[in-house]
């Protein structure tokens, strides 16, 4: 079974930073684009952000500026950087491979609150 585990999440104050982590098995990690997504309670799970094999990024509009996904091919990991976080980025933060199929971390909860 495919496993991606992440770790890094946690209670963070409004305007903080913490960053994600999320290691692959390289089978999965040298061909499939990775991402993060997030699911908030009562919310669908949405997009955060990918980055293919070749470092091609795309971001949701609302974390643009403020967060940043990378890629260690050294180390067959993902990371998401955030900063300036906000309450409303409260959230499981799901990590992501995708390629024909979906593999799915079994997420980290992101708190942000005073």
């Known amino acids: 079974q495919v496993q991606l585990v992440e770790s890094g999440g946690g209670l963070v104050q409004p305007g903080g930073s913490l960053r994600l982590s999320c290691a692959a098995p390289?089978?999965?990690?040298?061909?499939?684009?990775m991402g993060w997504y997030r699911q908030a309670p009562g919310a669908q799970r949405e997009l955060v952000a990918t980055?293919?094999?070749?470092?091609?990024?795309n971001y949701a509009d609302s974390v643009k500026g403020r967060f940043t996904i990378s890629r260690d091919n050294a180390k067959n990991t993902v990371y998401l950087q955030m900063k300036s976080l906000k309450p409303e980025n409260t959230a499981v933060y799901y990590c992501?491979?995708?390629?024909?199929?979906?593999?799915w971390g079994q997420g980290t909860q992101v708190t942000v609150s005073s």
């Open positions: 980055i293919t094999t070749v470092g091609s990024t």
């Open positions: 992501n491979g995708r390629r024909v199929d979906n593999y």
């Open positions: 390289i089978s999965i990690f040298r061909i499939y684009t």
